[in-house]
């Protein structure tokens, strides 16, 4: 029945994910279920707060709520180096960022735990941490710095405001040799149990639209470039950067970034092992 096939399911809307959502929009015609087009931060809430049933969600939502959730295996926005739309913009070089203001998106949880995590524990440096918008920073002299990420951070990045531009999962590989995963496709625990067909059915449409995505990326590029003012070309390579599997290595990933989250106290002892719901066969 109609009924038992409904699901509420959260799609990111930067274009990090045209590759495969884009094959989606166009290709998966399902009226029972529900998308909800947000920032990771929105969907994050709505995942936790049961006005999801499951989606793309920041690394550390995951972390964070350990107890409700489980993860959908092979499916994620990653980076195994640079992913050009995370970014820290700086006047100054970052090891010189102690005690002054760096702006935070409010987009990402995810993006923020790694910024932190990169300037405290690789850069040693503590900055004053405010949250606000990105893109009016540019003409405040007094705020060093910001983190700004998907869109917005392509807009910055042709914008040039900023002398300094660190990729913040380049610096991740460069110091732990793993790549970095952002966004992670987890579930609410009770609707798994409940709709373990629904969860499959869903599994094996990401898959298929990942897998067409990839072979349709430059005419992606073309239609999604428009969107933060980038050519085709420059879009394309980077959308050929971002990754949307969850190899072994970037489940390695995941853990270090999860134990790092615990070593901080932003995220719980329970969210490792990993907890993943049962592959799909076939």
């Known amino acids: 029945m109609l009924s038992d096939s409904r699901v509420r399911i959260g799609m990111v809307n930067f274009i990090n994910t045209a ?28 995942l936790y707060a049961n006005e999801l049933d499951m989606g793309l969600v920041s690394s550390q939502e995951y ?3 350990p107890q409700d959730y489980l993860l959908l295996d092979d499916i994620s926005i990653s980076a195994s180096g640079p992913v050009g739309s995370v970014y820290l913009f700086s006047r100054c070089d970052p090891s010189l960022l102690a005690g002054r203001t760096l702006l935070l998106s409010g987009q990402s949880q995810t993006s ?27 003409e405040n002299k007094d705020i060093q ?16 405001t900023y002398p300094h531009m660190i990729d913040l999962s380049k610096i991740w590989h460069e110091k732990t040799s793993l790549p970095f995963v952002f966004a992670i496709w987890a579930m609410r625990e009770e609707f798994c149990r409940k709709n373990p067909e629904v969860v499959m059915e869903v599994h094996r449409q990401l898959l298929r639209c990942r897998n067409e995505g990839k072979q349709e990326l430059k005419n992606i590029s073309k ?51 990993l907890k993943f719901f049962p592959q799909v066969e076939g």
């Open 19 to 46: 590759p495969l959502y884009d094959i989606w929009q166009r290709t998966v015609n399902r009226p029972e279920w529900n998308v909800v087009e947000a920032a990771p931060s929105v969907l994050n809430r709505m």
């Open 63 to 65: 972390a964070a709520h």
């Open 112 to 138: 923020v735990s790694l910024v932190k995590i990169i300037l405290e524990k690789f850069y040693h440096v503590v900055p004053n941490y405010e949250v606000g918008s990105v893109l009016e920073a540019q």
């Open 145 to 160: 710095a910001v983190l700004a990420i998907g869109d917005e951070a392509l807009l910055l990045a042709q914008n040039k």
């Open 223 to 273: 239609r999604v470039a428009p969107r933060v003012s980038m050519d085709t070309e420059a879009c394309y390579e980077y959308l050929r950067g971002i990754e949307h599997d969850l190899s072994p290595d970037k489940k390695k990933g995941l853990i270090r970034f999860i134990e790092y989250l615990i070593e901080r106290g932003d995220g719980a002892a329970e969210a490792l092992p």
